[in-house]
C-alpha cells in the first residue's frame, strides 16, 4: 500500500501520539511506500510562524527521512487536480493533500472527516 500522511498524521506519528490507533502505526510502518508531501511542510512552517504549532522545521524535513518515508513535491498535475475539487473543505493544504492523493493515486491517512467525502482514497483514522 502507498499512503500520504496528512499533516497531523505525520506529526502524531513523530511524537509517538495515542491519536495513532496501533493498527495504523502499524500500517504506517508496514506500507510499501509512506509520502509526506510538502504541501505539510509549508503548513508546518505557516503555523510555526504563526504560533500556532511548536516545531523544528528542519528537523521534520530531517524526519522524513529518517523515518523512511519520501518526500511528496507538488507538482503542475497536482495543481490541475485540485482545480478540479468541489469547495467542500476551505483549508487550502487539505484540498491539496486530497489533489496529491486523487493525481499518484495514493491513500491520504486522516482524521478529517470533511475530506473523506471527497473520495475513497481518504481513510479516516
Known amino acids: 500500500m502507498r499512503i500520504l500522511l496528512d499533516t ?3 506529526l502524531w506519528w513523530l511524537e509517538d501520539s495515542s491519536n ?3 493498527s495504523v502505526a502499524s500500517a504506517i510502518a508496514t506500507a510499501d511506500q509512506v509520502f509526506v508531501s510538502t504541501a505539510s511542510i509549508w503548513e508546518a512552517t505557516i503555523k510555526s510562524g504563526i504560533g500556532k504549532l511548536s516545531v523544528d522545521i528542519d528537523q521534520l524535513i530531517a524526519e522524513i527521512v529518517s523515518n523512511g ?3 511528496l ?5 497536482h495543481v490541475a487536480a485540485l482545480a478540479r475539487l468541489p469547495a467542500i473543505h476551505k483549508d487550502p493544504f487539505d484540498r491539496m493533500l486530497l489533489a496529491q492523493a486523487i493525481s499518484e493515486p495514493l491513500r491520504l491517512l486522516s482524521a478529517d472527516k470533511i475530506l473523506a467525502s471527497y473520495s475513497d482514497l481518504v481513510d479516516l483514522i
Not at 73 to 77: F, G, S
Open 8 to 10: 497531523h498524521v505525520y
Open 73 to 77: 513535491p507538488v507538482n503542475m498535475q
Open 69 to 71: 518515508f519520501q518526500e
Open 20 to 22: 495513532l490507533s496501533p
